[in-house]
């Protein structure tokens, strides 16, 4: 809530950046419009405006619930190599605010997302950098956990858009491409990922040393 919140009342620097809030009419039809955002491409050229858009979603524990359908679906046909998509999950670990006591990173890789972890605010930022990135490459929908102990906190953060320095791994994509296309059959969509997109994902997790020891000691 506080998210949406802060996105209305910075509508002057998004409309700025040709950045659109549409606040859903539930989660699902708002996953389903993040979905729609990698889309571009059937448009007819003339109504193009953009080469891609990428795609936020966000919702709490019973929100990611609801939605797993469209997250699965959505993530087999896959992104735009100039859009991506990352969905936001707000866990409530301790049921603070919410009906149940949440934790939604298995949910999503049930859904076959990767799943992002930030531990801190800056990390949020940064690993939301990569989030997209990685979204773009691979051609798969990307997810993060945030944790009530980080989102409803404080922090001094540095936002210098060369912070995050993006590299492209080297890795071998199929001929066709890891992309929404279509049309594209159900069967051939889950080859692509399972056998492609994961491993595209992977490599950009490698090549990013996304993956690594903050703290290290001869004990551990």
Do not use: C
């Not at 069967?187 to 690594?212: D, P």
């Amino acid at each position: 809530g506080g998210y949406g919140q802060a996105l209305m009342a910075a509508k002057k620097y998004l409309d700025q950046h040709h950045v659109v809030f549409q606040p859903g009419v539930n989660e699902e039809l708002g996953a389903t419009a993040v979905w729609g955002t990698q889309m571009l491409g059937y448009a007819p050229k003339e109504q193009q405006q953009y080469d891609g858009v990428f795609g936020i979603w966000y919702g709490k524990g019973p929100g990611v619930d609801r939605s797993v359908d469209v997250f699965k679906h959505a993530n087999m046909a896959g992104t735009t190599p100039w859009g991506g998509v990352v969905a936001i999950a707000a866990d409530d670990h301790i049921s603070k605010s919410s009906t149940a006591a949440h934790q939604s990173d298995h949910i999503f890789k049930a859904a076959g997302l990767p799943v992002f972890f930030p531990a801190s605010v800056q990390e949020i930022l940064d690993t939301g950098i990569h989030a997209i990135a990685m979204s773009r490459y691979a051609g798969v929908w990307t997810s993060m956990k945030t944790i009530q102990e980080v989102v409803e906190s404080s922090a001094t953060v540095e936002i210098n858009p060369d912070r995050v320095q993006v590299v492209i791994p080297d890795f071998e994509l199929p001929a066709d491409g890891v992309h929404i296309r279509w049309p594209d059959a159900p069967l051939a969509q889950e080859s692509r990922l399972f056998n492609h997109k994961w491993y595209a994902a992977l490599a950009y997790i490698r090549a990013n040393k996304l993956n690594h020891n903050v703290i290290a000691t001869a004990n551990d």
